[in-house]
């Protein structure tokens, strides 16, 4: 075996992911439990919304050609027929020279087709002054003008917001079929490493990969599955990815994932299945192992949280993505950069920048300080074609 990792471009490795992302199924859930979720079945409108010509504002429900002409000098007057109950099933109706009272939302009577807001008219007694003409269908929405009944309002393969929730609530959407959330195993590997609750003694550390690994993937709507720190040592690492596989979709592992002696992760993948890739042309994050076993994808991530970090951002997310039957959806904002920003060819680099005022600013720091992380807002990525990026230059920022 070469001691070197033979690194593959990252458009390689996303697509390895893609390969190896099993299905995980579908299952009905109640609507409020399907936040971040991704819709596995269309979500129609089961009836007009809305289900009657409502008005948008507070005013008098009118037949618009009654206010023709009608001006602050000369205001046109109508008689008002009393006001248009809300939630009530009969608005009534207006006819020649006469309006009704509506509230905001309240249905339009019959032989009405505007509202003239509370606003531009006067009431005196029983008589309406208009102010101001209003035209047919003004400060009204009529029926099936949001959504017509059967129409698709939300389309499979969509991850769901709190606004689409609050759509599919108004559709009558109370259970929605979702993709199953992927269970994702998370195992942290190393000697050195410690519980978060202990304090670290001399040469120890906290774990923070399985915090980091396991927030990541609930952001993206799976289920984190513990596994907890294993030792550097191949039997025990292979015990705990073989129980992981027997109850997780993917596991992610993290450190031992170079050519160390120390490292054993692309060992077990291999005993357990098949490694496809060791080694991404991609900084941070070259010693990434990308394998399956028994048909689950098994993703060795390198120990350095930032390093572990940029590959999540950079490689797992296509994975889990993949996995849910939707695609990676990222925020991005443009920025200048304050400083030029070298790379090498071959390899694409992610740099952390913190973003203020529309400018960027690359957050270098040594290899392995965790600071990076939360000094900065999010990653330019540099292609591989790319020897870097000048000062001044616009690039795209992916937020954290
Ligand atoms: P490795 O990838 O195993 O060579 O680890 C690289 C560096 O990351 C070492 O300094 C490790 O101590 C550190 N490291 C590995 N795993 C973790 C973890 N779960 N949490 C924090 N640091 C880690
Ligand atoms: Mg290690």
């Not at 993703?299 to 999540?312: D, K, N, Q, W």
């Given at each position: 075996m070469s001691l070197f990792l033979e690194v593959v471009p990252v458009s390689e490795a996303i697509e390895a992911v893609r390969r190896i992302a099993p299905p995980t199924g579908c299952e009905d859930v109640p609507l409020e439990d399907a936040l971040h979720r991704?819709?596995?079945?269309?979500?129609c409108a089961d009836i007009d919304i809305p289900g009657f010509d409502r008005s948008t504002?507070?005013?008098?429900?009118?037949?618009?050609?009654?206010?023709t002409g009608a001006g602050e000098a000369i205001p046109a007057m109508l008689q008002c027929r009393g006001r248009v109950g809300m939630g009530s099933a009969d608005a009534g109706s207006v006819s020649r020279g006469s309006c009704k009272y509506v509230p905001t939302g309240g249905a339009l009577p019959e032989g009405a087709d505007a509202v003239v807001m509370i606003e531009h008219a006067e009431q005196i007694g029983d008589d309406v002054l208009v102010h101001r003409p209003v035209a047919p269908g003004e400060?009204?929405?009529?029926?099936?003008?949001?959504f017509r009944a059967g129409k698709v309002v939300l389309e499979r393969g969509r991850v769901l917001s709190p606004r689409d929730i609050g759509v599919a609530a108004a559709v009558g959407a109370d259970r929605v079929s979702v993709v199953t959330a992927p269970r994702i195993g998370i195992i942290s590997t190393g000697n050195e490493l410690v519980p978060v609750a202990g304090a670290p003694g001399p040469?120890?550390?906290r774990d923070a990969n399985s915090y980091l690994a396991g927030a990541f993937v609930t952001e993206r709507g799976c289920h984190p599955v513990y596994f907890g720190i294993v030792r550097d040592e191949r039997a025990v690492l292979e015990r705990a990815v073989s129980s992981a596989l027997d109850r997780c979709d993917a596991v992610l592992v993290s450190g031992g994932s170079s050519k160390d002696e120390r490292d054993n992760t692309a060992a077990v993948i291999a005993d357990l299945g098949?490694?496809?890739?060791?080694?991404i042309a991609l900084a941070p994050g070259k010693p990434t192992i990308i394998g399956t076993a028994r048909g689950k994808p098994v993703?060795?991530?390198?120990?350095?949280?930032?390093?572990?970090?940029?590959?999540?951002v950079a490689i797992v997310d296509h994975l889990l993505a993949a996995m849910r039957e939707t695609s990676v959806s990222r925020r991005t904002i443009r920025a200048r950069l304050t400083q030029n920003v070298?790379?090498?060819?071959?390899?694409?680099?992610?740099?952390?920048v913190s973003v203020r005022d529309g400018e960027a600013t690359p957050v270098f720091g040594k290899s392995g300080l965790l600071n990076t992380l939360v000094q900065s807002e999010g990653l330019v990525r540099i292609p591989?074609?790319?020897e870097g990026f000048e000062v001044s230059e616009e690039v795209e920022v992916i937020l954290w």
């Open positions: 991704v819709l596995a079945r269309d979500v504002v507070d005013g008098y429900a009118v037949a618009a050609a009654e206010t400060n009204v929405v009529f029926r099936g003008e949001d040469g120890e550390v098949e490694v496809l890739v060791h080694g993703i060795g991530l390198p120990g350095h949280p930032a390093s572990a970090f940029v590959v999540l070298p790379s090498t060819r071959g390899r694409e680099d992610y740099i952390r591989a074609s790319s």
